[in-house]
């Protein structure tokens, strides 16, 4: 069965530096999201594209996060300056085609600690 | 915005107990999907579910959508260990799904 893919799998940095995850979403699925999920809350939609496009970045904190999707296919999110408070799951997920009722398909994510 | 709210918080019950988990909507919601995120794990979809009332069942779990399409209940009969884990709803909110805080879920066998 076809899954999201994201890497790596755990990050650990200094508050100041920068870090970067990546997502492969699965194949044909034209949507694909952010999410952040801090430990005991349920996921929170950081960016959301459609092919290459963004659709919704409303909650991505643009002073120190970006996330880009140049092909249209897999994905990077960074964070520079990383703070202590971006301790967190990362969630990459993807869907098809654009709709809020479609069924997303998460990644293991990236599990980032900032010390 | 809209809001989506989960009671219980948490919840601990003896193996072959039943769990229930309840979520609540601030809006109507056109449909509202369940998932579920084992420990250390990412969330999985379980259902989606979008006419009022609906009534959907998955072996030992059972999902309801309110009449309102405001609220939603998952249901889960006799609890094995293996059912541990977080269950999340979500609706809609715009273009993007609205997740609730979720459930957790532990099991004494």
């Known amino acids: 069965e076809a899954e999201v893919a994201q890497s790596p799998r755990y990050k650990i940095t200094e508050k100041s530096q920068a870090v970067a995850f990546w997502c492969d979403p699965i194949?044909?699925?034209?949507?694909l999201y952010w999410y952040r999920q801090i430990l005991g809350q349920g996921p929170e939609l950081l960016v959301q594209?459609?092919?290459?496009?963004?659709?919704?970045d409303s909650q991505l904190p643009k002073d120190r996060f970006s996330a880009e999707r140049l092909k249209g296919v897999d994905s990077t999110l960074k964070i520079q300056p990383a703070e202590l408070g971006d301790s967190a799951m990362y969630l990459c997920?993807?869907?098809?085609?654009?709709?809020?009722?479609?069924?997303?398909?998460f990644g293991p994510g990236t599990r980032l600690l900032v010390l | 915005g809209q809001q989506v709210m989960q009671i219980p918080q948490y919840q601990h019950v003896q193996e072959g107990e039943d769990f229930t988990t309840y979520c609540n909507s601030s809006t109507t919601l056109s449909n509202i999907q369940w998932y579920k995120q084992r420990p250390g794990g990412h969330p999985v979809f379980l259902i989606q579910l979008v006419k009022s009332g609906e009534v959907k069942k998955q072996k030992r779990l059972t999902f309801q959508f309110g009449e309102a399409k405001k609220n939603s209940s998952l249901h889960i009969t006799a609890t094995q260990t293996t059912d541990v884990g977080t269950y999340f709803c979500?609706?809609?909110?715009?273009?993007?799904?609205?997740f609730g805080a979720g459930t957790i879920l532990r099991v004494k066998s």
């Open positions: 997920a993807s869907s098809s085609p654009l709709l809020a009722g479609v069924t997303q398909y």
């Open positions: 594209f459609q092919d290459e496009s963004v659709v919704d």
């Open positions: 979500a609706g809609p909110g715009g273009n993007k799904l609205v």
């Open positions: 194949s044909g699925h034209a949507t």
